[in-house]
């Protein structure tokens, strides 16, 4: 066996194998060792086994003479124990090790991460001397850190956002959903397809998602939609907005869906307080002359009905027919009220014919805006159906209108005009309905104008306006797939014009039917009405129609005559003390085959569970046409 070497003479051997390796680089009498030498990493070194440098391809400035010295001298103390670690690796197992290790620059730079390669030169069955080959992977690191941080920014950013996401294999008809979307939807788990998922669509919207879905397969595009769906797990009516983009094969065939969800509910419930909020705040600044012309009205009614009964003379017929004529104003007036107190659907599903929705507001309008502001309104004598609920319609042009006024309110003096049209352009795909509506007042600079469509950004004093209103005519022009434009000028006024697609004919709301009425009519009624008045006018208007009348002013008076007396139509109140009307016909209902007809000034709709609405105040003929039609056959003819 060879005798060990003493460490003097291992240093020696190692001086000389690094000479020839010099000499054989200087000489480049071995072409492939000097390549390999010229190229290879700033630091490949040479080292003993307890890690002392014996040898490095080149030097560098920032460290000077490293031949001698520690290899622990050019690695942060951070990393000590590895490269310790690896070192007695090597020198144990005779094999290779690679690690990662903290280090510095050529020049000596911190914050460098190197990947190491120690190769151990063996001989005689023990390490002589380890080849340090290091490949500097700090940019490597970086991006790989820099990419851990985006990924977690992003996690947190989508998880702050609460979307859900999901991904549709169009082929197979596979469906992915992640947690949160499962949670938004009230399942468990994904839905296995397109028909499952369908399901959980609101009946009223799945044609809605069901055109995105087909948009998507045929033009490569998903429109961004917002639904309700039906939560699975407790049957909670929610909002869901829904965007996604299409992935394609190589043939341009759509193959894939992925998109996120996100539950909107709390801000579409936000929403529809800030459009009740709005048009309250109308009310508010139309009360001024709400207050006004009721009183012109009540000047007509008053003495008009005191002279008929205590001076009664030949006369009265046509005071009276003035008086009626008054009052129907009236009546008009507060159904206006009571429109503009109800909050619209944000994204109601409907139709409204445009002519007439701009009639009536345009009257309203004339009824309260200041007398010195001239309203003209002209209007093709033609059907405008337009898609859009009539609610949110009468709200776009209200908010246009009372912008107008404004306008015109800010100008010291000169022309008071809002001029209203409305026309059509049948030669556009698809044909439109125009509303155009131009004021002579103040106007607007290009900087204003650009803006005036921005949510809360308003010119006027907050007791003027909250700067929702055009923001909210802007959003439903687009929910109905219109357009709208803004031209102004300062001191030439403001025009809006408005246009939205025209639908069928058929589209739009059907003439109401009139039948015609017997002289007589014959049956019983069951009038329930807490208000002794309306009671004793309900009951002369049916007894004069020939019709037998009961009454009760509770619903638990209605309730006992049900039980003792057959009866074949009930009139009854809703706003009564201790219960109301529509609390009530569950439990009248079982006393009774006969159909409800609501006598209110306060539903919007017909409340199910009523065969009929009628509006408080009615005419006679308004109310006995109803109770004509709901009455059975037997008891229409006459006696």
């Not at 001024?288 to 006369?315: D, K, R």
């Not at 031209?487 to 408005?498: C, Q």
């Not at 002369?540 to 129609?545: E, F, G, P, S, T």
């Not at 006598?599 to 199910?608: E, I, K, R």
Request: include cysteine; glycine fraction near 6%; proline fraction near 6%.
């Amino acid at each position: 066996m060879e005798p060990s070497r003493d460490p003097e003479s291992e240093l020696r051997v190692l001086r000389e194998r690094v000479a020839q390796l010099e000499s054989a680089m200087s000489t480049r009498s071995d072409p492939l060792l000097a390549a390999l030498l010229e190229n290879a990493a700033a630091f490949l070194t040479v080292i003993t086994p307890d890690g002392r440098l014996v040898a490095t391809g080149r030097e560098s400035e920032g460290f000077g003479s490293v031949v001698g010295r520690s290899v622990l001298e050019f690695t942060p103390p951070s990393s000590h124990d590895t490269v310790m670690q690896a070192l007695a690796k090597v020198n144990e197992t005779l094999q290779p090790v690679t690690y990662e290790a903290a280090g510095y620059g050529e020049n000596g730079e911190a914050d460098h991460v190197y990947q190491v390669r120690g190769v151990p030169i063996v001989a005689d069955g023990r390490v002589e001397s380890i080849v340090l080959v290091p490949t500097d992977i700090t940019q490597r690191v970086r991006l790989e850190r820099s990419l851990r941080e985006s990924n977690e920014s992003l996690r947190l950013a989508v998880a702050a956002s609460g979307m859900g996401f999901w991904r549709w294999d169009v082929a197979s008809d596979a469906i992915h959903w992640d947690a949160r979307l499962c949670e938004i939807y009230g399942v468990e788990r994904a839905p296995p397809d397109y028909q499952h998922y369908a399901k959980l669509i609101h009946p009223e919207d799945l044609s809605v998602v069901q055109a995105a879905v087909r948009r998507a397969l045929e033009q490569g595009t998903y429109p961004t939609t917002e639904h309700r769906i039906l939560r699975a797990n407790d049957g909670a009516e929610r909002w869901v907005l829904a965007a996604a983009t299409v992935a394609r094969d190589e043939s341009g065939r759509p193959v894939l869906l992925h998109g996120g969800g996100l539950d909107i509910t709390d801000r579409k419930q936000l929403a529809r307080q800030l459009e009740l909020a709005e048009r309250v705040q109308a009310v508010g600044q139309l009360a001024a002359g709400i207050a006004h012309n009721f009183n012109n009205l009540l000047a007509v009614i008053v003495p008009t009905l005191s002279l008929a009964v205590e001076q009664p003379t030949p006369e009265d017929t046509s005071a009276l027919k003035a008086a009626l004529t008054a009052a129907l104003q009236a009546r008009e007036l507060v159904q206006s009220m009571f429109a503009l107190t109800t909050a619209p659907d944000a994204l109601a599903r409907g139709s409204a014919d445009a002519s007439d929705v701009v009639k009536r507001t345009v009257a309203m309008c004339r009824a309260t805006f200041p007398r010195e502001i001239d309203i003209s309104c002209s209007i093709e004598p033609a059907p405008a159906p337009v898609g859009v609920a009539s609610s949110n319609l009468e709200q776009m042009v209200l908010n246009l209108l009372t912008n107008a006024r404004d306008a015109i309110e800010e100008q010291p003096r000169g022309a008071s005009e809002i001029r209203v049209t409305v026309g059509y352009s049948r030669d556009t795909t698809p044909a439109v309905a125009r509303i155009t509506i131009a004021d002579s007042g103040v106007g607007m600079n290009e900087e204003t104008r650009s803006r005036i469509f921005d949510p809360f950004f308003t010119t006027k004093t907050r007791q003027r306006g909250t700067g929702l209103g055009l923001a909210t005519v802007a959003a439903r022009v687009r929910d109905a797939c219109g357009t709208i434009e803004c031209r102004s000028e300062p001191a030439r006024g403001t025009t809006f014009i408005v246009e939205l697609p025209l639908q069928s004919s058929s589209a739009a709301r059907p003439a109401e039917q009139r039948v015609s009425m017997p002289a007589r009519l014959s049956g019983r009624i069951l009038i329930v009405d807490d208000e002794d008045l309306v009671r004793a006018t309900l009951r002369r208007i049916l007894k004069r129609a020939g019709l037998e009348v009961f009454e009760a002013a509770s619903a638990p008076e209605a309730r006992t005559i049900l039980e003792q007396t057959s009866i074949d139509l009930v009139v009854l109140d809703d706003s009564m003390p201790y219960e109301s009307g529509l609390a009530a016909i569950p439990s009248l209902r079982a006393r009774t085959r006969a159909p409800f007809v609501l006598f209110t000034g306060h539903a919007p709709a017909v409340p199910d569970g009523v065969a009929a609405l009628v509006r408080k105040p009615a005419r006679p003929d308004e109310l006995l046409r109803v109770v004509h039609e709901l009455l059975p056959d037997a008891k229409k003819r006459e006696p």
